[in-house]
């Protein structure tokens, strides 16, 4: 297994998914589907590249590097006893203007 000053490729792809947006971690079947392109991926298949039982191809290991580039997605997350006026769902907006 490569390793270099960070770990082992299987301890950097889990750091990857889980410390590398610390306000929105992915779980394996997220970056599974995120990964997901012209080959499918799942989450058992995450798993044995983070655990070292199987190694990503070069084209998954580029595909991961792509992923990771981006800015992570918006989110917002609010958790109150009860909405206002009784209503059942609250719709929140993010958006990003140009500068």
Known sequence: M???PSGSLPQRLRALREEHWRDAPL?????AKALSGDRSASSPLISAW???TKTPPPSR???????????????????????PKGAQVEIDAVVALPD
């Open 61 to 83: 290991i580029e595909a991961y590097a792509t992923f990771f580039e981006t800015d992570p997605p918006a989110r917002v997350a609010i958790g109150v006893a009860a909405l």
């Open 2 to 4: 490569p390793s270099g």
């Open 50 to 52: 983070e655990n070292g």
């Open 27 to 31: 779980t394996q079947s997220q970056l």
